[in-house]
């Protein structure tokens, strides 16, 4: 266990970090933040010697930190509700990369991780990486079978790295979170901790080979999409390789053009395939930035790195699609009434007043491409809402929410003209009648009803052995209630008054026994 000590040392060195770069003066200045948090970062800007005003370099105070922080910061870019509008803008622009390993220490990290020399395992490998990361970094190789691959290889002593970082944020989430207010409605600790899944998800290789599988199954069906192949004799849980990519960086718009694709199509693409993953699967690829999607000559859209995954269990999802369809058709009273079903929001609060609400930020929206839309406007608008009517963050929809602001920068890139909404909504559509209409609601009963019946045996098994049968001997025979001296159930004068009434009927027997002895009775 960390002492609270060096959680104190980390926080005040990370907070001169911060104040260097005026990163805290957003909630010096935020009038929800605790008034302990705001006068904490005051002292560390007045530490520092740094003014108010000027700009505010949000991104490089988390570059500067350290790897956690980086990862940290790309994960509260979704997060305006928590660090505030400007600060999660800019945080957008964080780049996840970090000067590379030496050649050297990535050769030793792959030959003891596979126990053997490297030449067993790859014909070559580049010495300079294509991609160093926070956590990782990629060398293209080829295989003893001639394959060409890309070799993912964890950075030396960065798990260990991770793991003391993270628990300090854990110990200042805590801390913070039962100053009350605003701080717990936000639900820092609950943050801190999807974070640490996410992170852990990612410091194991092996689990993003296995979510690449997993997500080559599920997308299997979709055209024009598709995952590279992991090669798993040579994966483990630092290193992981996988099928080498030729294709341009769907970020190269200019060269795309050049090699005659249609953007616009490529745009369309993008979202289906992203609903696909998160509607109809429940499982999608939440690190969807542009350095991870690449386009093949044929127009495959082709997505690497998968150490980031989300989950969303089969009602939440579709929660999610009527609320997206309700968005994209104005039925503002369907989605306020879907947040009262899954609790989003507390029950003392009208459904009437909140579709009003939510109305207010969706109708500036409709029928508009992307580029015409504030979308700052539209951030103060749904986190205002989320505050008048006491709404918690939900940690589970986080990863969700980063990766549609991904698609969608990405899709307006391609596209400017391209409408979110009206892209969306014949997918949505089609998904709610497949899902919920009246065949899938047979269907989910007769499913129910099936597998209720096939319990039944068991049911009737546990019965049994908690009622077992009568054996082969006979009833016995009813034997009269006897109390007993030590019985203390029975109080009261009516029932001989407790000890005290056998204490006498004690006395009056020993005097009739005296009597009768001095009589001659006995």
């Known amino acids: 266990m960390t002492a609270p000590a060096t959680h104190l040392f980390r926080l005040a060195r990370w907070g001169i970090t911060l104040a260097r770069r005026r990163a805290l003066v957003g909630i010096e200045q935020d009038p ?171 410091l194991d290789l092996r689990r993003e080979a296995a979510s690449a599988s997993e997500l080559a199954e599920e997308m299997s069906g979709v055209a024009g999409y598709r995952i590279p192949a992991v090669d798993w004799d040579r994966t483990n849980g630092r290193v992981l390789t996988i099928e080498w990519v030729d294709g341009v960086k769907i970020s190269r718009r200019d060269e795309l053009l050049a090699r005659g694709h249609d953007l616009g199509a490529i745009a369309n693409k993008l979202v289906i395939s992203f609903l696909t993953q998160a509607i109809s699967a429940g499982f999608f690829h939440a690190d969807m930035h542009q350095g991870n999607l690449f386009i093949e000559d044929d127009g495959t859209i082709v997505a690497i790195d998968f150490g980031i995954m989300g989950r969303i269990d089969r009602r939440a999802r579709q929660w999610l699609a009527e609320i997206l369809y309700g968005l994209t058709t104005g039925n503002y009273r369907r989605v306020a009434e879907i947040h009262f079903e899954a609790q989003y929001v507390p029950s003392y609060h009208s459904v009437g007043e909140f579709a009003t609400a939510l109305r207010a930020v969706g109708e500036p929206m409709r029928g508009k491409p992307v580029k015409e839309l504030s979308v700052g406007q539209m951030l103060d608008g749904l ?46 559509r089609s998904w709610i009648r497949d899902e919920l209409g009246p065949e899938a609601a047979v269907a989910d009963r007769i499913k129910e009803d ?66 009768a002895s001095l009589a001659g009775l006995f």
Do not use: C
Request: no cysteine.
């Open 450 to 515: 099936t597998e209720t019946l096939f319990r039944l045996p068991g049911l009737i098994r546990r019965l049994e052995e908690k009622f077992p049968p009568k054996g082969g001997a006979p009833e016995p025979a009813p034997l009269p209630d006897i109390r007993l001296l030590t019985d203390r159930r029975a109080k009261g004068a009516g029932e001989g008054g407790g000890w005290l009434g056998y204490f006498i009927a004690g006395l009056v027997g020993a005097g009739a026994v005296w009597g």
């Open 32 to 202: 929800n933040a605790p008034a302990q948090v705001r006068r904490l970062a005051r002292l560390a800007r007045l530490a520092t010697f740094t003014g108010k005003h000027g700009p505010r370099d949000y991104a490089g105070a988390f570059r500067a930190i350290g790897p956690a922080a980086i990862k940290l910061g790309q994960s509260l870019a979704t997060r305006p509700d928590l660090v505030g509008e400007e600060a999660a803008h800019n945080l957008l622009s964080l780049q996840d990369d970090l000067p590379p390993v030496p050649f050297a220490q990535i050769e030793a990290q792959i030959a003891a991780t596979f126990n053997q020399p490297i030449d067993t395992l790859f014909a070559e490998i580049d010495p300079h990486p294509v991609g160093a990361a926070s956590i990782a970094q990629v060398h293209k190789g080829v295989t003893t079978d001639g394959r060409t691959v890309a070799i993912k290889v964890l950075r030396p002593g960065i798990r260990e790295k991770f793991a003391a970082d993270i628990q300090t944020y854990e110990w200042a989430a805590a801390h913070v979170e039962a100053m009350g207010g605003e701080a717990m409605r936000l639900r820092p600790r609950l943050t801190i901790a999807n974070f640490k899944r996410w992170s852990n998800a990612e």
């Open 383 to 428: 986190f205002a809402i989320t505050r008048d009517f006491d709404m918690q963050t939900q940690p589970h929809l986080l990863l969700l929410q980063k990766t549609m602001v991904m698609v969608e920068g990405i899709a307006t890139q391609l596209n400017p003209d391209i409408n979110m909404w009206d892209t969306a909504a014949p997918y949505v």
